[in-house]
């Protein structure tokens, strides 16, 4: 992760404007493939994002997953743990969800907390379910990476419209009788 640019467009060609235009095109075909994905009925794709606090993750979900079908996507957020998750250990007790004084004193631990975000990534990423690191400072970008890896992924997985199985040709003569 340390070796990723913030401001970095890795396969970018054409900057900003490009990014536009680019994401633009894909949204019709996104929409169509996640449209075959839904009702294909079978099979799924998991799309989670991960980064520190104001790192473009709504934005994300503003600006790419609107071109789903929204019948076919469920989106969770993670919140501030409730008091029953505290008590159970669900997720670290300590961490803090509004800002307060105490994260300019984690803010010393970054790169822990990067060197933690680069083994995860590391050792639970796999060719049948891949992690990408986005640099994300650039929004235009962001997105059209984000869209770019869904349109691919979902080109690569080429979901199919089930196929009824239907007498035609009964079903009309019931409908003309």
């Not at 469920?74 to 998750?85: N, Q, V």
């Amino acid at each position: 992760m340390a070796d990723v640019d913030p401001d970095s467009t890795p396969g970018l060609k054409g900057g900003t404007g490009k990014a536009l235009r680019d994401a633009k095109k894909q949204r019709d075909e996104l929409f169509e493939l996640h449209e075959r994905l839904y009702a294909e009925r079978k099979r799924s794709m998991l799309v989670v994002l991960q980064g520190m606090d104001t790192s473009g993750k709504d934005g994300t979900v503003t600006h790419v997953v609107r071109n789903f079908n929204p019948q076919g996507v469920l989106i969770t957020p993670f919140k501030a743990p409730t008091p029953e998750e505290r008590r159970r250990g669900f997720q670290d007790p300590t961490k803090r969800w509004k800002f307060n004084p105490h994260d300019i004193d984690e803010r010393a631990r970054w790169d822990d907390y990067m060197s933690a975000y680069s083994l995860a990534i590391t050792n639970c990423s796999t060719p049948t379910a891949p992690w990408y690191v986005i640099p994300a400072d650039d929004k235009a970008y962001r997105n059209w990476a984000v869209s770019h890896i869904l349109v691919e992924t979902l080109r690569e997985m080429d979901p199919k419209y089930a196929q009824p199985k239907l007498d035609i040709p009964r079903l009309k003569k019931r409908l003309r009788s």
